[in-house]
């Protein structure tokens, strides 16, 4: 999808004085082995270089999720590699928590669920 388009649906929810949240999924068959993604992302949107101030203010979050195809034939939501991250220069502002099962950061804040027995959510 084009940048166009990205900036096409996030003023669909501004004008409704809506929050909007970009999810990137990751389904690749490694997603980022042997690497802190989750923890690069936190550090490059909300540390010192300010990433969200690259992004328009009409995104209220970034979520970043690792997916897979489980054993048992369902898709999964890794809660180890996956989190979302709330900008806080938002014009509306997605409430906090509202993933409660996932990561969370808002620069200030941070919130880590307790996990599950083998780290995965399961999508039925």
């Excluded at 936190?42 to 990433?51: A, D, F, V």
């Excluded at 509202?98 to 990561?103: A, D, E, G, R, V």
Aim: proline content about 6%.
């Amino acid at each position: 999808m084009k940048s166009d388009e990205k900036k096409q649906q996030m003023s669909y929810a501004t004008t409704r004085e809506k929050p909007c949240i970009l999810v990137i999924f990751d389904y690749t068959s490694f997603s980022g082995l042997g690497t802190d993604l989750n923890g690069f992302l936190r550090e490059y949107l909300l540390g010192k270089q300010c990433g969200f101030q690259q992004f328009p203010n009409e995104l209220s979050a970034l979520a970043y999720i690792e997916r897979k195809c489980l054993p048992i034939g369902c898709i999964g939501i890794s809660q180890i590699r996956s989190a979302i991250y709330y900008n806080p220069n938002a014009k509306y502002h997605l409430p906090w928590n509202i993933f409660s099962s996932l990561k969370q950061f808002d620069g200030c804040e941070a919130y880590i669920p307790p996990l599950l027995q083998d780290g995965w959510l399961i999508l039925e």
